[in-house]
C-alpha cells in the first residue's frame, strides 16, 4: 500500500536509494537535499517509476526553512513517514569541518524531527483515526562508540541514535513510531572518498531495501550488516583501556579534506 513520505538529504547515497525504492511501490515523495542538480535528478528518476514527487532545495541547518517546507508538504498530501536522513561526514578535523558536522548531522536532525513530532501529535488530536505516523532517524554503526579515526561523526551518530531510541519509548504511547537507522559501509559520495578497507560493503539500493522491509515491521534499531554490528557493539562494551587499545590500530575512516555529504 502507497505512503506519503518526506526524505531529507535525498540527493544521493542511502536518501537516494531510499527515495527511488519507494517510488516503485508508488509512494508519493517529498525530497529535500542542498544539490539542486543531483536533487532534479533523483525525482526524476523517480517521477520515471510512476511516483508523485515534490523536490525542493533545502538545507537542513535552516531551521525556519525546514520547518515551513514540512508543514507545506503535510498540506499537500498528510504525511505518513518521515526520513530525517542528511547528513556529512567529516573528512579532516578543522574547526569549520568539526561545526558543519555537528551542525547538519545534529541540529540538521533536530530541524527535521521536531517538525515531525509537532505535525503527528496535530492529526491525532484532529482526527480520530490519523494513521500511519513514523518516524525514521539515520544514524551509523559508528555511533556504537568512539572512534578516533572520525571522533565528530561518530560523536554525532552516536548522538541521534541515542535521542531516537528515547523518542521511541517516549512517544510509542502517542501512536508514534520513531527508528533508528544504523548502516554499516554503504556505497554513498562519503564512502566513494574512503581509502581504508571496508567490510561487509553494500550497495545503497540494497541497503534502502532492509530499511524498508525493517520499516515496516517497526524494528526500533535498524542496525546492519550484522557482523559489523556484533564488531561495535563488542568494542562498545568493552572496558575503556581495551577500546582504546583496539582503536589505536583501527585505520582512518576516510581520507582528510572537506566534508563529504552521504
Known sequence: MSK???????????GEALALECAKRGDTLFLCGRNADRLRSVAEACRASGAVVYAETVDVRDAAAVGAWMKKSDGISPLEIVFSNAGVGTGEETEKNVRMTFDINVGGTVNAVLPAIEIFRKRAKEKSDPGLRQILITASI?????????????ATKSCVKTWALALRGMLKPEGIRVNAICPGFIRSRLTDKNTCPMPFFMEADKAAKIILKRAERNVGLIAFPWPMRLATWFLSILPFRLNELINSILPEKISAGKPKML
Open 142 to 154: 559508528a555511533g556504537y562508540g568512539p572512534l578516533k579515526s572520525c571522533p565528530s561523526y561518530s
Open 4 to 14: 506519503t513520505v518526506l526524505i531529507t538529504g535525498a540527493s544521493s547515497g542511502i
